[in-house]
């Protein structure tokens, strides 16, 4: 028999003879008098937080922010209450909150705070150069002379020389930087500048008596009756030129008629021819300044030693064009002419002269460029002259107001000057060589046919009702437009040509319409003799 009687806790008899059932404390009878349920006043029901008595007995609940977990009696925190106490970012879950953590933070053990991940720490951050950490991500960064290309990693060296005027002269790239270098005579200062380098303020430049400083180098002078050495420093006594022999020389003379500029290369003593291909040639006088011996061409062995000219002289070239022409030294038919002076030009104009030591020029006719549409192309001529000038400046005309430098400046302009006048009177074809009382045009036009007439191809006349070449020993003058004799002093061999040769040696006489060299004026006679075989000579040893 059952000792409690069916009571659930406790059973206690009655003085009458019954028993009664009792529950133990925060427990209640239920209405069939024996079993005990629980209620809110023992442990609060069990419940965390709100207890509520209900006929099944106690119902628990949670304050706000908190949800009550499936045993139904705990309550767990949520993500409304304080971000769920999480460092960033807060998930609710049915066992409570849950936290994680942004790209570049880790969760730390207590699962709520997040720390910031080092990337450098590891290989560097894939950077090539330099990485810098920074919260939640970090950076790469390049030394200098580098550029961090577009993946954001990898460093690629600047080329510094690529980059407009990075270095006055030269550019030398390295890994990372670059270097700046100078040509010689000059110094670098700065990082990318070049100076020029006085070498005349140190030890006068090692020279023996002047030093004149240029850019980039320096030219040692000497004094009066000395010239300079071979090593280019010292000086050497000048041979003094004997009477009558004086060193070859030029005069450069232009003068000016109204808006028409004239201008004329007068050789003093010899000229000297050299014939290219067809239409080109080259005419020299004069010896060229402090080359250290005399062109192989020049035979008189006097000539190197009486040369005036001490100080380095001014040097120019010019090029210049005219078109529809072709290069040919031209007599003109004026007759001889002897040299006047300053005197030049019709009218006897006074004209202005430039004394030079040596003149070269060169004359070379082409076709114009192939492409143009033209109804003549075989006349379409164009004629390139190169003149190269070197005239003198003499210390011994140095005064107390003007040095050598000052002479020097002075010659520069005013060749300058007659090159400017020069361009001018060749567009005119106004430009003659004059050698021994000879002028000659250094170019002729090509002569123009009558528009209702069949044009001759240059170097033939017409006859009748056809054309016919110049035979040698004359040329095609295209002003008289017809074939005229060579005069004197010259010749041709050919047939059709626009101009005679110079005879070697040529001083302008000679029989008219020469067919050939041998015909020319100036050979030597019997008994004399010359390095060439024409004048001038001398007699035969006895």
Same mark, same amino acid.
């Given at each position: =028999?059952?000792?409690?009687?069916?009571?659930?806790?406790?059973?206690?008899?009655?003085?009458?003879? *019954?028993?009664?059932?009792?529950?133990?404390?925060?427990?209640?009878?239920?209405? !069939?008098?024996?079993?005990?349920?629980?209620?809110?006043?023992?442990?609060?029901?069990?419940?965390?937080?709100?207890?509520?008595?209900?006929?099944?007995?106690?119902?628990?609940?949670?304050?706000?922010?908190?949800?009550?977990?499936?045993?139904?009696?705990?309550?767990?925190?949520?993500?409304?209450?304080?971000?769920?106490?999480?460092?960033?970012?807060?998930?609710?879950?049915?066992?409570?909150?849950?936290?994680?953590?942004?790209?570049?933070?880790?969760?730390?053990?207590?699962?709520?705070?997040?720390?910031?991940?080092?990337?450098?720490?590891?290989? !560097?951050?894939?950077?090539?150069?330099?990485?810098?950490?920074?919260?939640?991500?970090?950076?790469?960064?390049?030394?200098?002379?580098?550029?961090?290309?577009?993946?954001?990693?990898?460093?690629?060296?600047?080329?510094?020389?690529?980059?407009?005027?990075?270095?006055?002269?030269?550019?030398?790239?390295?890994?990372?930087? #670059?270097?700046?270098?100078?040509?010689?005579?000059?110094?670098?200062?700065?990082?990318?500048?070049?100076?020029?380098?006085?070498?005349?303020?140190?030890?006068?430049?090692?020279?023996?008596? *002047?030093?004149?400083?240029?850019?980039?180098?320096?030219?040692?002078?000497?004094?009066?009756?000395?010239?300079?050495?071979?090593?280019?420093?010292?000086?050497? /006594?000048?041979?003094?030129?004997?009477?009558?022999?004086? @060193?070859?020389?030029?005069?450069?003379?232009?003068?000016?008629?109204?808006?028409? /500029?004239?201008?004329?290369?007068?050789?003093?003593?010899?000229?000297?021819?050299?014939?290219?291909?067809?239409?080109?040639?080259?005419?020299?006088?004069?010896?060229?300044?402090?080359?250290?011996?005399?062109?192989?061409?020049?035979?008189?062995?006097?000539?190197?030693?009486?040369?005036?000219?001490?100080?380095?002289?001014?040097?120019?070239?010019?090029? #210049?064009?005219?078109?529809?022409?072709?290069?040919?030294?031209?007599?003109?038919?004026?007759?001889?002419?002897?040299?006047?002076?300053? =005197?030049?030009?019709?009218?006897?104009?006074?004209?202005?002269?430039?004394?030079?030591?040596?003149?070269?020029?060169?004359?070379?006719?082409?076709?114009?460029?192939?492409?143009?549409?033209?109804?003549?192309?075989? !006349?379409?001529?164009?004629?390139?002259?190169?003149?190269?000038?070197?005239?003198?400046?003499?210390?011994?005309?140095?005064?107390?107001?003007?040095?050598?430098?000052?002479?020097?400046?002075? =010659?520069?302009?005013?060749?300058?000057?007659?090159?400017?006048?020069?361009?001018?009177?060749?567009?005119?074809?106004?430009?003659?060589?004059?050698? @021994?009382?000879?002028?000659?045009?250094?170019?002729?036009?090509?002569?123009?046919?009558?528009?209702?007439? @069949?044009?001759?191809?240059?170097?033939? /006349?017409?006859?009748?009702?056809?054309?016919?070449?110049?035979?040698?020993?004359?040329?095609?003058?295209?002003?008289?437009?017809?074939?005229?004799?060579?005069?004197?002093?010259?010749?041709? /061999?050919?047939?059709?040509?626009?101009?005679?040769?110079?005879?070697?040696?040529?001083?302008?006489?000679?029989? =008219?319409?020469?067919?050939?060299?041998?015909?020319?004026?100036?050979?030597?006679?019997?008994?004399?003799?010359? !390095?060439?075989?024409?004048?001038?000579?001398?007699?035969?040893?006895?």
């Amino acid at each position: =028999m059952d000792k409690n009687h069916g009571c659930a806790h406790i059973c206690r008899e009655a003085q009458k003879g *019954g028993i009664s059932c009792e529950c133990r404390p925060g427990f209640q009878l239920t209405r !069939n008098m024996k079993d005990c349920k629980l209620t809110c006043n023992y442990g609060n029901g069990g419940c965390q937080h709100i207890c509520e008595e209900t006929d099944h007995g106690p119902k628990c609940s949670c304050h706000m922010k908190f949800l009550l977990h499936s045993d139904g009696k705990t309550c767990v925190e949520t993500c409304a209450a304080n971000n769920g106490g999480c460092d960033s970012t807060c998930h609710d879950s049915v066992t409570g909150v849950r936290c994680s953590c942004p790209v570049g933070f880790t969760l730390q053990p207590d699962r709520k705070t997040c720390k910031d991940i080092d990337e450098c720490r590891l290989n !560097n951050g894939g950077c090539d150069h330099v990485c810098r950490n920074t919260v939640g991500s970090f950076e790469c960064s390049c030394k200098k002379g580098y550029k961090l290309l577009t993946n954001e990693r990898t460093c690629q060296d600047i080329d510094e020389c690529s980059f407009d005027r990075a270095c006055d002269h030269f550019c030398v790239n390295s890994a990372g930087s #670059f270097q700046c270098l100078c040509r010689k005579g000059y110094v670098l200062y700065g990082l990318a500048h070049c100076g020029d380098i006085d070498e005349c303020s140190i030890n006068r430049g090692g020279c023996k008596y *002047g030093c004149i400083n240029t850019l980039g180098s320096y030219e040692c002078t000497c004094p009066p009756g000395h010239k300079l050495h071979w090593n280019r420093k010292d000086c050497m /006594e000048l041979v003094k030129c004997p009477p009558g022999l004086v @060193a070859p020389k030029a005069m450069l003379t232009c003068s000016k008629t109204g808006k028409t /500029e004239s201008c004329s290369v007068t050789c003093a003593s010899k000229a000297y021819y050299l014939a290219g291909t067809n239409n080109s040639y080259s005419v020299s006088c004069g010896i060229p300044n402090l080359t250290g011996k005399p062109p192989a061409r020049h035979n008189t062995s006097n000539s190197q030693g009486c040369i005036e000219t001490l100080a380095p002289p001014v040097k120019q070239t010019a090029s #210049f064009k005219i078109k529809n022409a072709k290069c040919h030294l031209h007599p003109k038919l004026t007759g001889r002419t002897e040299d006047r002076g300053r =005197m030049l030009g019709p009218g006897g104009q006074l004209s202005s002269n430039c004394q030079v030591t040596f003149v070269n020029l060169t004359c070379d006719s082409s076709k114009k460029a192939k492409g143009r549409h033209t109804r003549n192309p075989s !006349n379409k001529e164009v004629t390139r002259i190169t003149l190269e000038l070197e005239a003198e400046v003499k210390p011994g005309d140095t005064t107390e107001n003007c040095n050598l430098s000052c002479l020097r400046q002075r =010659m520069e302009k005013q060749v300058k000057t007659h090159i400017k006048a020069l361009k001018k009177s060749i567009s005119h074809e106004r430009f003659l060589i004059r050698v @021994a009382g000879l002028e000659y045009e250094v170019a002729q036009k090509l002569p123009q046919a009558a528009p209702t007439q @069949a044009q001759c191809a240059p170097g033939s /006349e017409r006859t009748g009702a056809g054309c016919v070449k110049c035979l040698p020993g004359s040329y095609y003058h295209g002003g008289q437009e017809r074939c005229v004799q060579c005069p004197p002093g010259t010749f041709q /061999e050919k047939e059709g040509q626009l101009a005679c040769d110079l005879c070697p040696g040529s001083d302008g006489h000679g029989p =008219m319409g020469a067919r050939n060299i041998s015909s020319c004026a100036g050979q030597c006679s019997t008994g004399f003799f010359s !390095n060439d075989g024409f004048k001038p000579c001398q007699p035969c040893p006895q």
